[in-house]
């Protein structure tokens, strides 16, 4: 049987991370197709490629060190995506992937980039309190109302407390909620251009040192004010 279609146990991923760890190179699983993937309060010596990767329940990383990149682009996720408190040292690439769930980057640090483009997630995705030290592209983001035991949960946005170093691009996104940037330090530019926004845009308290670009914006109410630059 090809490998690409045989489903990796826990015990399997494991193994390979290990065996990356001690070939000095990324663990690899692309393509491959895994029941979940969890890995609680580890340091994690190397770098995760799951790019085009089948993940048939959730991906829980919180609290885990990466020492490379954390790459799950064109990844199908069936469940959540937990990388709360997690601490990336490369990039966290999530391009093209499909997330059945929410997506959680609450307090985490990436010493890289995010790179979301085309990034489709049933829920929120929140980087509340998250630490970014370049940018964050999530162009042509779809963030989807989904239910989750009886219960509603839209597809906001939430980067309140967050800390971005770079850029924040959220061009032509469809968000099916709010956005919400309240009491966030961005070090450059925001640009949501084009951005489809069911609920509010709060900027209400950030601090955002670069340019600002609302056009050709549709949202419920963009509700703004920059003490620092008086608009």
């Known amino acids: ?20 760890i001690a070939q000095n190179r990324v ?14 309060t580890t340091d994690i010596k190397t770098g995760l490629n799951l790019e085009d990767a089948k993940i048939l329940g959730p991906v829980t990383l919180g609290g885990a060190t990466i020492e490379n990149n954390l790459n ?15 601490h990336i040292k490369g990039d966290l690439i999530l391009e093209g992937a499909e997330v059945g769930g929410v997506i959680n980057l609450v307090g985490t640090t990436i010493e890289g980039n995010l790179f979301g483009s085309n990034l489709i997630t ?14 964050v592209v999530l162009n042509n983001l779809t963030t989807k109302i989904t239910n989750y035991e009886g219960l509603k949960i839209n597809g906001d946005i939430f980067f309140d407390f967050a800390q971005i170093a770079g850029s924040i691009n959220l061009k032509n996104a469809n968000i099916e ?3 919400t940037f309240q009491n966030a330090g961005i070090e450059k530019d925001l640009d949501i251009e084009g951005a489809k926004i069911i609920g509010r845009i709060l900027l209400t308290t950030a601090n955002i040192k670069g340019a ?20």
Do not use: C
């Not at 663990?27 to 609680?40: E, Q, V, Y």
């Not at 996720?77 to 990388?83: A, S």
């Not at 600002?212 to 608009?231: A, C």
């Open 27 to 40: 663990a690899d699983f692309r393509g491959k197709t895994l029941s979940s993937f969890s890995i609680l």
């Open 72 to 86: 799950f682009k064109n990844a199908k996720i069936t469940g959540p995506l937990y990388l709360a408190e997690s």
């Open 212 to 231: 600002i670009n609302l056009k050709d914006v549709e949202s419920g109410e963009i509700i703004r004010y920059f003490e620092q630059q008086g608009l």
């Open 1 to 20: 049987m090809d490998n690409n279609f045989e489903k990796l146990t826990q015990a399997d991923i494991e193994r390979e991370i290990q065996t990356a």
């Open 177 to 179: 909620g709010l956005i």
């Open 122 to 135: 049933n829920g929120f995705l929140s980087l509340s309190k998250a630490t970014i030290r370049g940018d």
